[in-house]
């Protein structure tokens, strides 16, 4: 059996955003589509997300915030959220799913079953705040992981790694001011969403980059803080917020890493977690909006994580 878990959505296209959006269902199957033409599918454990109950959401949401969603999410067709934020009819089924497999997987990581998982999940959620939908987000996937893996007996502290060309403002404003949770977040700065660079805490550390950051000096500059961050905190889990839009081919980030990145990323953060966490890792797609781009990085991660 693999040591890596693949976790996956009962159905692709679950939370069905218009055609012109670009967090679409089209982003799995190209993940997916990618790791199967490659062989890579064959070396990976594959499991259907297990869905949450809702009530799991309201242990890093207001629990009004997460009532509200559930009250105006629409019988049919959709509304917006906000601005940038479609719910559809089916988005909640979607949420409930994405944010199990993250518990679905720290559970199966925990007992041993597995070393480390990936879970290829839609709508992303790191963006989305205690009390509000931000940026394509309704409920914090990698916040819920991390708040289920700390009621484990085994597990005092939590890194969160989020590398998303996007600051992680969500799971920032969750986890502000804990001494169980670090966040480590790189992000091209000044950007959406447009939060503060300076850290709220010492538990978050922010590594902002300049637009047009590539691949030598991306690893240069993260390379030392990520590992100095991490190595002081000494996790016992390590979470993954994996977005791929840093990629120079994405049409939203102004990064430009290659997908060999993406590889040398995991690679960084399986050491820490061997060092530190048994080699412990739970990662979750966050964002990435070149189909193409996304896919390679994508499977240049999960190759990582199995050990190629
Ligand atoms: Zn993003």
Known sequence: MSSTLFIHHSQFDQHSVPPS?????LRNLAVETKLRQTGLWQDLSVQTCEMVHPDTFKKVHASGYIDQLYRIAPPKGMILADADTPLMFNTLKATEEAAGSGIQAVKQVLSGEFKNA???I??????AEPNKTVGFCFVNNIA???QYALTHSSINKVVIFDFDVHQANGTIEIFKNRNDVMVVSTFQHPFYPFSHAFSPSDNIINIPLEAETASTQFRRLIEGKVT???SSFKPDLILISAGFDAHTDDPMGGLDLIDEDFYWLTKLSMSLADTYANGRIVSMMEGGYNLEALALSAHQHIQALAGQ
């Not at 959006?21 to 269902?25: F, Q, R």
């Not at 839609?122 to 963006?127: A, F, L, S, T, V």
């Open 118 to 120: 990936f879970c290829a």
């Open 144 to 146: 819920v992981a991390a």
């Open 122 to 127: 839609r709508p992303p959620g790191h963006h």
């Open 228 to 230: 100095q961050a991490i």
């Open 21 to 25: 959006h670009p967090e679409s269902p």
